[in-house]
């Protein structure tokens, strides 16, 4: 049965489809209103709107050139 699950700390909030004819399209309005409301505090929240990077990513090593001709960082 398809559902709406929010996990939230020390809950989770579980939004069962209808089980009545038409349903289906009751909990799809539902989900279209919240995705709607929910990127407009987002836009409040982070205006820029663009996300930030992860907090486990390392940055590309750049390779430069010396004056001997040599990439990299190695010896």
Not at 6 to 12: A, E, K, L, Q, W
Not at 22 to 50: N, Y
Not at 56 to 68: G, V, W, Y
């Amino acid at each position: 049965m398809p559902a709406l699950v929010i996990y939230m700390d020390p809950v989770n909030l579980a939004i069962q489809l209808p089980p009545f004819p038409g349903g289906d399209q009751v909990l799809a309005k539902f989900c279209r209103e919240l995705a709607r409301e929910a990127g407009k505090l987002a836009a409040e929240i982070d205006p820029d709107g663009e996300p930030a990077p992860p907090e486990d990513a390392t940055p590309e090593p750049i390779l430069m050139r010396d004056e001997f001709g040599d990439s990299g960082a190695g010896n």
